[in-house]
T-cell receptor, first 114, second 116 residues
Framework: DADVTQTPRNRITKTGKRIMLECSQTKGHDRMYWYRQDPGLGLRLIYYSFDVKDINKGEISDGYSVSRQAQAKFSLSLESAIPNQTALYFC?????????????FGSGTRLTVV | AQSVTQLDSQVPVFEEAPVELRCNYSSSVSVYLFWYVQYPNQGLQLLLKYLSGSTLVKGINGFEAEFNKSQTSFHLRKPSVHISDTAEYFCAVSENWGGSNYKLTFGKGTLLTVNP
């Protein structure tokens, strides 16, 4: 099994629908992140969590919310999806014992909003 | 605040030619530097990292990068590319936020296309 698992891998949804992207990890890391990838823009940070009770907004959090259900699970929600949220979404974890370089990424969720 | 600039959005090369993908960063503190690769329809894979020590870092698949502190650059190179190196490459910088908390910032990516 992968260290960081994202579900679903692909999703098509309609404008206005609520959708949840899920991320689970077996690394035992406290730190988890959600990034969004758009062509020509690289990866941008949506939300991050340093532990279950510590959740913070990233640079592009508008239109998104998150839930840290447990150390191993970090979900990203789009309350009312819009077409410009069509993107590839990555979840990641990091190991604080490795300073700033112990990141592990999931395989991504490709979301299309029509 | 840190930022990462990848100077070329697309780099087309012929097979067996050398390639350099350029990356510059700005940060007021010490950083860790990374190159990630994303093959078509796949996730991110760490290619190499610079933490400290030797400024020339070797990674997987024959890639290497050189950290130049005075020029705040971390360019990626390969002396002879293969068709299979066709992918998007992301430069990233990790900056300390305080304590053991770090922020990872990505560049916008460089699409390397290797032609036969």
């Amino acid at each position: 099994d992968a260290d960081v698992t994202q579900t679903p891998r692909n999703r098509i949804t309609k404008t206005g629908k609520r959708i949840m992207l899920e991320c689970s990890q077996t690394k035992g890391h406290d730190r988890m992140y959600w990034y969004r990838q758009d062509p020509g823009l690289g990866l941008r940070l949506i939300y991050y969590s340093f532990d279950v009770k510590d959740i913070n907004k990233g640079e592009i959090s508008d239109g998104y919310s998150v839930s840290r259900q447990a150390q191993a699970k970090f979900s990203l929600s789009l309350e009312s999806a819009i077409p410009n949220q069509t993107a590839l979404y990555f979840c990641a974890t990091s190991d604080p014992r490795l300073g700033g370089y112990g990141y592990t990424f999931g395989s991504g969720t490709r979301l299309t909003v029509v | 605040a840190q930022s990462v600039t990848q100077l070329d959005s697309q780099v087309p090369v012929f097979e067996e030619a050398p390639v350099e993908l350029r990356c510059n960063y700005s940060s007021s503190v010490s950083v860790y530097l990374f190159w990630y690769v994303q093959y078509p329809n796949q996730g991110l894979q760490l290619l190499l990292k610079y933490l400290s020590g030797s400024t020339l870092v070797k990674g997987i698949n024959g890639f290497e990068a050189e950290f130049n502190k005075s020029q705040t650059s971390f360019h990626l190179r390969k002396p002879s590319v293969h068709i299979s190196d066709t992918a998007e490459y992301f430069c990233a910088v990790s900056e300390n936020w305080g304590g053991s908390n770090y922020k990872l910032t990505f560049g916008k990516g460089t699409l390397l296309t290797v032609n036969p």
